[in-house]
């Protein structure tokens, strides 16, 4: 194992594995034998239904909103059960995925981010970065929060064991095909479902804010992540329980925490103030004009501030500058 491999400059880190991404590919087999092994019925096409939007809340719920983001509290006993039922969907262990996703804000389509579809292709921000060496520990310098729990800790060592879980209480309840429908098939349409967050909500759909990324907002993506497709909203103010800022903009997760909110398993929600949602009524029509021409597809934003190889110290008159000139409304990073 390769002891913080995110920090190696060896480049074969930084390129895919393909022995270590074996099982990955044996699951995605698996998946597509189901419809030959256990033809369609309706029953079937049930569990799928259940089995891939109960992990989605609790990969959006859990490992997003909650460990990534902090964005409501909740008891100890409950953040055990949020990262257990999140860690269900095979996605690795609660503080590398909450981890590596706070770097993610951090870098945002910079040289550093390790998902970038605009600097880095598709294929490389769906999948790719997963199945390469470097990103295979949990960045703990970004999770220190949350690593003082032994027992996500544990969990996150053992981030095998609740899929285990899965696949028998799956096999307990309906035998080989839920195994099939409910396990292998619904776990890959889960995965790639999650992933277009990383991939197509940085390439299709419109932006609302200026951020110095390409996040998009697109209906379509928050359908089938429970809300998360308003991506634009999110990389705009990262720490709010609702993704979906308008009535319009459907936030499953969001509708299903606020039941958990009424019931007592969590509590402060932390919502975007109107001034954060409106923001955008008061740029200027350049500055419509420029979020116009980023919706469009192919035309994401550039990068705006590519990192410099060595960091420079500014010059003391510079920084003083800096500070006297107040950044222009609505270009400020809020996150
Ligand atoms: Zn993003
Ligand atoms: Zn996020």
Known sequence: MIEKAYNSNDPSHDRVNWVKSIPFFIVHGLALATFFLFPFQWQYAAVLLVTYYARMFFITAGYHRYFSHRAFQTSRWFQFVLAFFAEMSTQKGVLWWASHHRHHHKESDQPGDIHSPTLRGFWWSQVGWILCSKYDEPRWDQIKDFSRFPELVWLNKYYYVPPAVGVATLYLLGGLPWVFWGGFLSTVVLW???????????????????????????????????????????????????????????????????????????????????????????????????LELQSVFGKGRIPAKPKPAVEETPEPAAVLGALAAPAPAGLIKRN
């Open 192 to 290: 790639h479902g999650t992933f277009t967050i990383n991939s197509l909500s940085h390439v299709f759909g419109k932006r609302r804010y200026l951020t110095t990324d390409t996040s998009r907002n697109n209906f379509l993506l928050a359908l089938i992540t429970c809300g998360e497709g308003w991506h634009n909203n999110h990389h705009y103010h990262q720490n709010t329980a609702n993704q979906g800022w308008f009535w319009w903009e459907v936030d499953l997760s969001y509708y299903v925490l606020r039941l958990f909110k009424a019931v007592g398993l969590v509590w402060k929600l932390k919502l975007p103030e109107d001034q954060t949602r409106f923001a955008h009524l008061k740029y200027t029509d350049a500055q419509r004009q420029e």
